[in-house]
């Protein structure tokens, strides 16, 4: 008899799950009885700007609690959200706000369940192994960089080894790094080993070497125990909450992990998850990275939320909003503009209805959270109810995209996710050499470069080289692609990504 | 009704104790009953090399199942050990072995308390913050370290803001920071805020700037939550531990938190506090330090480890051990050697005994504590069990040092914990100017480097600047001065120092 209580342990106020071990028990005991719950995708408007959310949080709060009330088993799924940002000053918690919140935000905003540090342990950890093995010359080039969890503005490039070696390296955010994704996109910890085994460690004589060659996988496993377990906690609802693993939505997968989203499907009936920033990122990496790639569950729903002015305020950038909702709705997603009010914006509520209705929009879920929380949502889920009822269009594109060139491949996340054609799409100089680069040191590891899973590197705020333009003048311009091949993975950088994801803290 | 269990959370394995809430709460109800716990100091022999322990963390796992067979309410109260240092292979990790072990001996060695990552996350905080008011033109030199708790030898030395700034840093260990020190020493979170307020930040213009003119506390008090609370689990055989920080004992204050042994004074009647490298760097700084200027307990007793080997092999070096088991006593403190067998050595047991009985010492007390944990000590505790029950000597040395001039500071220890007078303590070239800025510097924040207590940096494996010569050419050579102003500290540098603790992988 599989008991979900025998895999959760209390964890300070939180508690913490051994997702692999009751996945595995679940898998080895098919007889058991388990849910087959429902995806709802909570994802949101390109923000105007990085550092000003939407209110994605705040709403799948406001929405489980909702939604509970009015009967149904939901639970969401949320990111951790980085302790480092969070402290510098740089954003808010991503823990909600107001009625709409978590039971300790306080807890999820300042990393207290310790994953991102555990990473970031192990992911320096793998930089001093790699530094050992140019010791003894088994590496001539490291490869992997270091992470911090904190930013700090002099590290985005800095000299290590000084006054000897001098070698120039780059420190990245935590989130941003390839053990993060690796834990994420991992179904068991011997995945999580087989993955950074798999990582290129650098390269001997400009051919590459994967850590699996040289390192103790155990003290990379040993680091991560604790930080591969979901952590549970409730909304002040008492709605049910899990919080595992925080990739960047921008420059990373930006999705939780696999397992807490599996995890959370076979305990309740109506699971939601947060893929942030905009629909064009976290959406985009939900759906072509998660669902296609990686077995992840197709949405049998969206949410996009907005706030009352980003979707109207610049003429010129009023085509996304639409552009999101209309391109869910065209996968076969029944898909529910939600609008987070702010005070003194009730008022808005008719005339916004008349343009989502002019836009042919489903009526749009609206409320201000922050002040009435989920119960300003009941009566309005009717439809996201019956929608949720419904059986899975036959039609969803789910296929995956393996095996398919690499160009054909960012052509059509440019096309489906940002609205521009193939002819549009613009390799800078370098470009072609960056990607014949990645295609040999993939090769030389075995590994094809048309089976691994495309990642746009891109700016949060921008889809495109300028929103602004004109739709038919409107470009997407490809630097240079990286390879993560633990996580199997290829980030491909748009230009109008940051490449120094370190902000200063304010 | 104070009742301890509102204290204690289960985390994980663990559980976590809100210390500073329980002494509070102890402070503020004087009737509660509580123990007065005595504390008997574990310590050792100096160690042939830093990598090489005697034995310290076993021994104090089969002392308090030992203790607790006789029917004595025993706990100990240990050190988190540096998970980089263990993950890194530079040393196994210090949870005990064999019989004499935690129960998950694994977390304490991955740091799973999350305690060094939180410290680690908050110094490097600092940093930004000293970065960010370099920006705003309050700081144009800043002087706290970043910190790693993975060992990266290339980060010994960096520099930052490589192609612009070209700044030189160095990057310690986490263990090694002032903020480690301050949250050892601190009895509530206001002590940790006002002592972080008072850190120097850096100079403007050579003056000394405080972080307390310039950064917001509650983002570092907030980082620090969880890292404020001890550990507890157990051993093998049900004993109680407690497990909280771990500064270095030879660069830094090498003792577990004050407000861990000051509430395990209050629940148990006897209380183990292992402090360490040997006892010329845990006992030294837990009687000079923690007693003397931060109000810790005077021990009832100490037994100071060796191994059968370690004492006796090297004939420059013999004079060690009998060194720091007459200086305990000489203090008043009933001291015992504990010998620490290895496989194939019970037969020395005769031997070492009539050695010990040979240079005065108590009897010693022996076992293999890996084969045979506590049970090989039970029957040898009589005499420690009597020495605990006895008043404490009137005559213990335990008056303040502060006020004291600083040279005279240094001498009293280089005299009473390395045998070395004060006419062979050697300033070296730039000592004196080292002293003098740091006299200046803690002048112009209001501090008078007397007021502050001295902590000897030196290498773990050597008292003086050459252990081996005759006692009457051995020298102690004082290389520079580093204060510590929020810690309270006065870090002096001896020439056996390790510059850079920052070792390699293994």
């Not at 093995?133 to 590290?155: I, K, M, N, W, Y």
């Not at 939900?286 to 002015?309: H, K, M, S």
Request: proline share 6%.
């Amino acid at each position: 008899m599989t008991d979900f209580e025998d895999y959760v342990r209390p964890y300070g106020l939180f508690s913490k799950i051994d997702a692999f071990g009751y996945l595995k028990d679940l898998q080895e005991h098919p007889d058991q009885p388990r849910k087959e719950g429902k995806v709802i995708l909570v994802t949101a408007d390109t923000p105007l700007k990085a550092s000003r959310g939407e209110g994605k949080t705040t709403t799948t709060i406001a929405l489980i609690d909702a939604l509970r009330a009015r009967g149904v088993d939901a639970a969401a799924v949320l990111r951790q959200p980085s302790m480092g940002i969070t402290a510098a000053g740089s954003k808010g918690g991503a823990s909600g706000g107001g009625k709409a919140s978590l039971t300790h935000p306080e807890l999820v905003d300042w990393g207290l369940c310790g994953e991102m540090a555990a990473i970031e342990s192990a992911q320096n950890l793998l930089v001093s192994f790699a530094e050992k093995a140019v010791d003894e010359g088994r590496l001539d080039t490291v490869l992997v960089p270091r992470v911090s969890e904190v930013p700090s503005r002099s590290l985005r490039q800095i000299a290590v080894d000084r006054g000897k070696g001098n070698l120039s390296e780059r420190t990245v955010l935590t989130p941003t790094c390839e053990l993060m994704q690796i834990v994420v996109l991992s179904r068991s910890m011997e995945e999580i080993g087989q993955r950074v085994a798999a990582m290129v460690a650098g390269t001997l004589d400009g051919k590459p070497v994967r850590f699996g060659d040289f390192i103790d996988l155990w003290r990379i496993t040993g680091i991560l125990t604790d930080a591969v377990k979901p952590a549970y906690t409730e909304t002040l609802q008492g709605s049910p909450v899990y919080v595992h693993c925080g990739p960047f939505a921008n420059v990373s997968i930006g999705i939780p992990s696999l397992v807490s989203v599996q995890m959370a499907c076979a305990r309740h009936d109506v699971v939601i998850v947060e893929a942030g920033y905009g629909a064009d990122a976290g959406a985009q990496k939900w759906l072509d990275i998660a669902a296609r790639e990686y077995g992840a569950q197709w949405p049998a729903a969206a949410v996009v939320v907005t706030r009352a002015t980003t979707w109207r305020d610049d003429p010129k950038l009023q085509w996304r909003y639409p552009f999101h909702v209309n391109r869910l709705e065209s996968l076969g997603i029944p898909t529910f503009p939600m609008i987070n009010l702010w005070e003194g914006e009730d008022g808005q509520a008719g005339q916004l209805r008349q343009t989502a209705s002019d836009l042919g929009f489903r009526s749009p879920i609206m409320g201000n959270l922050f002040r009435d929380g989920g119960q300003a949502l009941e009566d309005q889920l009717d439809g996201l109810i019956e929608a949720l009822g419904a059986p899975a269009p036959a039609d969803a594109d789910t296929v995956s995209h393996h095996g398919m060139d690499v160009m054909d491949q960012i052509c059509w996340i440019a096309r489906s996710a940002y609205g521009v054609p193939g002819s549009r799409v613009v390799e800078k100089d370098g470009f072609a050499q960056s990607l014949e680069q990645a295609r040999q040191l993939c090769t030389q590891v075995g590994v094809n470069l048309e089976d691994m899973t495309i990642v746009a590197v891109k700016s949060p705020a921008t889809m495109t080289d300028d929103d602004t333009a004109p739709e038919d003048q409107r470009t997407v311009t490809l630097k240079k692609v990286e390879p993560h091949v633990g996580a199997g993975l290829l980030q491909v950088n748009l230009t109008t990504s940051l490449t120094t994801p370190m902000p200063k803290i304010v």
